[in-house]
């Protein structure tokens, strides 16, 4: 074994600048397609994970699809409103053990502002016994005008506790869309590496009473005044965020609710999210298929890197052969090194994953707030250096089998 | 007691369009322990076969090699490579040293595949040979007597009963011949190995106690 890592050793040596082209090729091939299958697992599993705090979404009448990208990832607009007086109804049906009112339709610097209860921080549990922190300050007074930023909203618009800002219309930034209103952050979150960290908390109330804001839930237009209650019978929400008590309180509620005109019941949660990324199912092949293909063009490239040095080598092969080396100490010496050549490739394919997970993750987690971990386990992150050296083995081969059948009485 | 018979040897060469030419047809050869023999042979005339007919590179048509005991010519081709690596050195006439390697490399790769590498007698071998500061040179590096040590040391490296060299002198001058020799000699003595040395340089032969002319052995004439 001595004598054929010196072997491989001193070839790599000898072939630098191929070895160090083919080294990069597999290592590319490799760190691609780690990255393809660890963004293709974390991304999924992040967006299908039915641990996101409640089990259903209740909301207007519409795409089950569209009502869960917006209120559990915070994404795409919403389906529209629903009245006041069923949210009431919900959170008393005895099946629903906890309910809480989503309403949105502005943002600060793009980052959207949410209206709820401060039950969001006092019995919401974004993941399972894990309820938000405050990294500073506090909740909001649901009689003021208060906001609590999430950890990724409060570092990307540089606001702190104590400071204000004024809300623009809609949910995408416009300058010239800004609310009169004035709100002040009394608290900031800790990170929760989910979407909640790119949302501004507010109360409730605050969306319905911003100015140029119009509730009809009881048909006809009607413009909160200041310090004058609002009436139930016009109040609207986008959504409702609820825990069951039990899975078969989601499906009666299902059955029930969406049997009707008037709303959506998304549940479960993680079925609908599934159907999406059943959808985009192409495309992720598509992306695989572009993985597989650089691999083969790396490992084609392994066997044309050594065997372009087949001719010039056969000398060593003779001399070694006459030094006692057998047929297959050579045979061995070229599949190890095209193996070692394909390792090297896999052990630097590391960095090549760790340097687009981590781009990945940056970009993924500024549009969604989901957050991809480089350092997550994944069965592709030891299958694919593993498979990279086994083609660089079987790479190795053709050129293996020319050392093999060197004549060596004719090479000395 | 020989370290090397050979009897009722033959080999023959078969051209790319069928024609089969004889190269060896050797009836007895034998050398004994620790012997140094000079065979004299011409360009052409199947000294080099003859050479590797003996370590087992190249397969006979008939006839028997016995080498330190092993019947090299009733083996099969991976137990001859076992075989050569433990019982045979060879010193070549371009040296056959590997560029990529150092010269402590070099000796060192005539023991992988035998007895396996042993650091220190490598460079016990090539402090022998007189290369002790430059054990860590490339073959390129050095000069062409010095490669021809560093070819020596690796003969000896793996401990052989028998040392094959084929025309060592030929690639140097006559001083640097007459040096080589002497070394070839004096190491194969010192490590108690038989040493048959083919040559046509009349200076080489006369060295030798005993020197044997191939176109006598070899009943052909006529080699590759």
Not at chain 2, 42 to 57: M, N, P, R
Request: aromatic share 8%; net charge neutral.
């Amino acid at each position: 074994m001595t004598g054929l890592v010196l072997l491989v050793r001193r070839s790599l040596a000898q072939h630098k600048l191929s070895t160090a082209v083919t080294v990069v090729a597999a290592a590319l091939a490799c760190g691609l397609v780690m990255s393809v299958f660890a963004i293709t697992n974390q991304t999924r599993e992040a967006f299908t994970s039915a641990d996101v705090g409640y089990d259903a979404v209740l909301g207007a009448r519409g795409s089950d699809l569209q009502l869960v990208l917006n209120t559990v990832y915070h994404l795409e607009t919403s389906p529209g409103q629903i009245p006041w007086s069923l949210y009431q109804t919900v959170r008393k049906d005895p099946r629903v053990s906890l309910a809480i009112p989503y309403g949105v339709g502005d943002n600060f610097q793009g980052f959207r502002l949410v209206g709820t209860s401060e039950e969001i921080f006092s019995r919401f549990e974004y993941r399972s016994g894990r309820k938000f922190a405050f990294a500073l300050g506090g909740a909001f007074d649901g009689r003021k005008r208060e906001a609590v930023l999430g950890s990724f909203a409060a570092d990307r618009t540089r606001l702190e506790v104590g400071d204000t800002f004024s809300p623009y219309h809609g949910l995408d930034y416009d300058p010239n869309a800004k609310h009169p209103e004035v709100y002040v952050v009394s608290g900031i979150l800790e990170p929760t590496n989910s979407p909640n960290d790119r949302v501004i908390w507010i109360p409730l109330e605050g969306i319905w009473r911003m100015k140029g804001h119009v509730l009809r839930g009881a048909g006809e237009e009607y413009v909160a005044q200041p310090r004058v209650p609002i009436p139930d019978k016009h109040k609207q929400i986008s959504a409702v965020m609820i825990k069951l008590r039990s899975p078969i309180g989601g499906m009666q509620l299902s059955q029930s609710i969406n049997r009707g005109n008037l709303a959506t019941f998304a549940w479960p949660l993680d079925r609908t999210m599934l159907m999406l990324f059943d959808k985009l199912f192409w495309f992720v092949i598509i992306l695989q298929m572009v993985a597989y293909l650089v691999v083969a063009v790396a490992t084609g490239a392994i066997l044309a890197s050594i065997y372009n040095t087949m001719n010039e080598r056969r000398r060593e092969f003779a001399i070694l052969r006459s030094l006692g080396a057998r047929r297959g100490t050579v045979f061995s010496a070229i599949v190890l090194e095209s193996a070692t050549i394909a390792a090297l490739g896999g052990a630097l394919g590391f960095g090549v994953y760790a340097t687009i997970l981590g781009a990945a993750s940056v970009v993924i987690r500024n549009k969604t707030g989901v957050v991809l971990d480089v350092t997550a386990s994944d069965p592709v992150l030891w299958a694919a250096p593993l498979g990279m050296v086994l083609l660089g083995a079987i790479a190795g081969l053709l050129p293996a089998r020319n050392a093999y059948s060197t004549d060596v009485a004719s090479n000395l | 007691m020989a370290v090397l018979s050979v009897v009722d040897l033959k080999k023959s060469y078969v051209s790319p369009d069928g024609e089969t030419t004889p190269v060896i047809d050797i009836e007895s050869f034998s050398m004994e322990v620790g012997e140094q023999v000079a065979l004299e042979g011409e360009s052409g005339s199947g000294k080099t076969t003859f050479l590797h007919l003996i370590a087992g590179i190249v397969k006979a048509d008939a006839g028997e090699v016995v080498v330190a005991g092993n019947a090299i010519t009733a083996m099969r081709e991976a137990e001859r490579d076992r075989a050569r690596a433990l019982n045979v050195g060879y010193v070549f006439q371009t040296f056959n040293l590997l560029d990529g390697y150092s010269a402590l490399e070099n000796v060192m790769l005539g023991m992988m595949f035998g007895p396996g590498a042993d650091r220190a007698k490598a460079e016990s071998l090539l402090e022998r040979v007189g290369l002790k500061e430059r054990m860590h040179y490339r073959p390129r590096q050095l000069s062409v007597g010095q490669q021809q040590r560093v070819a020596v040391a690796r003969a000896l490296a793996n401990g052989p009963r028998l040392v094959l060299a084929d025309e060592p002198t030929g690639n140097l001058d006559r001083t640097r011949a007459g040096e080589a020799l002497t070394l070839i000699r004096d190491v194969c003595t010192e490590q108690n190995a038989a040493l048959l040395l083919v040559s046509h340089n009349p200076a080489v032969l006369d060295a030798f106690d005993r020197c044997e002319r191939l176109s006598e052995l070899n009943h052909v004439g006529t080699g590759s």
